[in-house]
T-cell receptor, first 110, second 111 residues
Framework: GQQVMQIPQYQHVQEGEDFTTYCNSS?????IQWYKQRPGGHPVFLIQ?????EVKKQKRLTFQFGEAKKNSSLHITATQTTDVGTYFC??????????FGTGTSLTVIP | EPEVTQTPSHQVTQMGQEVILRCVPI?????FYWYRQILGQKVEFLVS????????KSEIFDDQFSVERPDGSNFTLKIRSTKLEDSAMYFC?????????FGPGTRLTVT
């Protein structure tokens, strides 16, 4: 079946450092979504990318969708303690079944 | 701001018992989902529901599971004959288009 892997699994950064998580799918995706889950919380939608090579920015967050639509990345500039949480990418199969990535847990050290 | 609600927040049940997890999606949403997340692991898709029927289900969603939209507001997940490995956080989500809104989850503990 479809697999969506993310690296790294864990990342510890000093506050102010940058952070990047990478998402790789075993199959081509029609679109990719990113979610953030705070410790003890539920996933919260961040963004959706649809076009090959698409780049979107939300303040300090930059999202990219690969040219082949099989990979994606999330980059956070100058991390803050509020960025702490697990970041998941998620992509649908040909139907309406969403495969979540394995997640990257971000810890920001003040 | 509208939100997805789930009840109960925590359910403890004995192995072999049946549980019903309840969700109230956002009122104008048409797509509904159930996911589960075993502690410390990724979010796993269980089932999607549209137009009063299942549109997709994963390999996890076997005969032990069923979903229902008994009225215009509730969306339920029934787990029959629970097993220890069913212990997890169960999230309901709803969407109008792309963005899925997740509820706070029900933590199911099977003893």
């Amino acid at each position: 079946g479809q697999q969506v892997m993310q690296i790294p699994q864990y990342q510890h950064v000093q506050e102010g450092e940058d952070f990047t998580t990478y998402c790789n799918s075993s199959t081509t995706l029609s679109n990719i979504q990113w979610y953030k889950q705070r410790p003890g919380g539920h996933p919260v939608f961040l963004i959706q990318l649809v076009k090959s090579g698409e780049v979107k920015k939300q303040k300090r967050l930059t999202f990219q969708f690969g040219e082949a639509k099989k990979n994606s990345s999330l980059h956070i500039t100058a991390t803050q303690t509020t960025d702490v949480g697990t970041y998941f990418c998620a992509g649908p199969n040909t139907g309406n079944q969403f495969y979540f990535g394995t997640g990257t847990s971000l810890t920001v050290i003040p | 701001e509208p939100e997805v609600t789930q009840t109960p927040s925590h359910q403890v049940t004995q192995m072999g018992q049946e549980v019903i997890l309840r969700c109230v999606p956002i009122s104008n949403h048409l797509y509904f989902y159930w996911y589960r997340q075993i502690l410390g692991q990724k979010v796993e898709f269980l089932v999607s529901f549209y137009n009063n029927e299942i549109s997709e289900k994963s390999e996890i969603f076997d005969d032990q599971f069923s979903v229902e939209r008994p009225d215009g507001s509730n969306f339920t997940l029934k787990i029959r004959s629970t097993k220890l490995e069913d212990s997890a956080m169960y999230f309901c989500a709803s969407s109008a288009s792309a963005e899925q809104y997740f509820g706070p989850g029900t933590r199911l503990t099977v003893t």
